[in-house]
């Protein structure tokens, strides 16, 4: 007896699991397309997936799963949708996904899904996205059928939200603004080879195109598969954190100054994640380390985007000084060095073992050179027009390789750091050579940046003296 009761539920419970696996034989033999068009309260989507050319992709052998908005979910559906290709086709696209995808039957189980308009959604046992589930796992010969309550809206991403709301909106206006021209060899035309190089050489003014400052190098709000919170400064606190930062990005041209604070101030405004009203904190660090006070009740309105949410805001607090980090050069990253002829030898790039902090580093050397203020130059780009205090570490441990090895063999290390040009005399010569083993971080004194940009440094021999650098360091000083 007791067999045959283990016998019993063996047999029921596989043809329960048979139930969920397997539909009946006349669903299975018919598309997701003509299980749709059977349906009476889903009239109103069949007529949508026809004049929007989705039939025939629902038709195919290519499996899909559909969320299918009931007619009453879409009572009130804009005509301006209805009647604009590029709209409809978006929205449809909105309720179909690649692949076979049943509903989780466990409240916790979720799973993000791609839309094949490239939108996503989490799935989970009673939802999609914000729509309700109405019915779910109507299998078809191609996919899987699940019906909804609402219907699910395009919404832009972040970007297309940004560039469609410029006017009234300087913050968004000096982020969409950001772009630059770069060449892209796949773009361009080539009209030959070179002959001594092999080199492709393209035709003048062809490859180059526009990208986005923002979008290259802080987030690509394009794309579809992240989530961002980005804060909307209403005009009067956007002019006046970027006025706070002009000092500090000091340009030829008003423009460009403006430009740049802006940039500074808008790509700390941005940050990785969904944060709902109840899960903003009150300070968020950006992407750059700078911790940025949220005040929510300065929160004017919200808005929903498709890969995030956009917070308009009255306010914000920031430090400026926050916004500039430490700069440091390493010794072996010199960009070019005096242009005369001598040994491969006589520069050397080594890696040593620093006592004091117990790390190993690279460093260069300049030993037997031979020319009377030889000189290397190093290059910071973007370098902000503010005070730096300015250090160096220095490693003398340089030994002639034709005396004994000891402290007194050593050479002589003798050199000055130029600060943007070869003649500057800001830093002086020591006034012997530099001592021996010297492993700590000395301070060369306090430089001021004129301007925002590009600084030269140039590591200049005293004579013909050997010459050594670990790195230098440029910290802020306000």
Not at 86 to 92: N, R, T, Y
Request: with cysteine.
């Amino acid at each position: 007896m007791l067999m045959l009761m283990i016998l019993g539920l063996e047999m029921i419970s596989c043809k329960n699991w048979d139930n969920r696996l397997v539909s009946p034989e006349e669903s299975l033999g018919k598309t997701l397309f003509e299980q749709i068009s059977e349906q009476s309260n889903l009239s109103n989507f069949k007529d949508l997936l026809i004049k929007s050319g989705y039939d025939k992709i629902l038709s195919s052998s290519t499996n899909y799963t559909v969320f299918a908005p009931t007619n009453d979910a879409l009572n009130g559906l804009s005509t301006s949708i209805v009647n604009d290709t590029a709209q409809l086709k978006a929205f449809v696209g909105n309720h179909i996904a690649l692949m076979s995808h049943n509903v989780p039957e466990n409240q916790a189980a979720s799973e993000s899904l791609q839309m094949i308009n490239g939108k996503y959604y989490t799935l989970n046992k009673t939802s999609l996205g914000t729509a309700t589930i109405a019915s779910s796992n109507a299998f078809a010969s191609n996919g899987v059928l699940h019906t909804l309550s609402q219907s699910i809206a395009v919404l832009p991403s972040l970007w297309n939200y940004i560039s469609a709301n410029q006017t009234g909106s300087a913050q968004n206006t000096a982020m969409a603004n950001l772009t630059f021209q770069v060449f892209n060899p796949s773009k361009a035309t080539i009209d030959s080879i070179s002959s001594t190089t092999g080199a492709p050489i393209y035709r003048p003014g062809t490859g180059f195109e526009t990208v986005n400052a923002f979008t290259q190098n802080v987030y690509d709000l394009n794309l579809e598969n992240k989530q961002y919170t980005y804060f909307q400064l209403k005009d009067a606190s956007f002019l006046a954190e970027v006025e706070k930062l002009k000092p500090y990005f000091k340009t030829s041209t008003s423009d460009s100054t403006y430009r740049q604070s802006a940039y500074a101030t808008i790509k700390d405004l941005v940050f990785e994640g969904n944060y709902s009203m109840e899960q903003i904190p009150s300070v968020l660090k950006s992407k750059f380390g700078v911790n940025v006070s949220i005040d929510k009740s300065a929160i004017t309105q919200t808005i929903k985007v498709s890969n995030g949410v956009v917070y308009v805001i009255d306010k914000i607090s920031v430090d400026p000084t926050q916004k500039f980090p430490t700069l440091m050069v390493e010794g072996e990253n010199y960009v070019e060095r005096m242009p005369v002829s001598i040994g491969s030898a006589v520069i050397a790039i080594r890696n040593r073992l620093n006592p004091i902090t117990n790390t190993t580093s690279n460093s260069v050397s300049v030993i037997g050179h031979g020319n009377s203020g030889f000189w290397l130059r190093y290059q910071l780009n973007d370098v902000p027009s503010i005070k730096y205090k300015v250090y160096w570490v220095v490693i003398n441990d340089l030994y002639s390789t034709n005396t004994a090895v000891s402290e007194a063999a050593t050479f002589n290390i003798n050199q000055k750091l130029a600060m943007a040009s070869l003649s500057s005399a800001t830093f002086a010569y020591p006034a012997a050579a530099l001592p021996v083993k010297n492993y700590t971080e000395q301070l060369l004194g306090e430089y001021t940046v004129s301007s925002f940009g590009k600084l030269n440094m140039y590591l200049v021999a005293n004579g013909t003296n050997a010459m050594s650098l670990d790195y230098i360091k440029l910290v802020p000083s306000f």
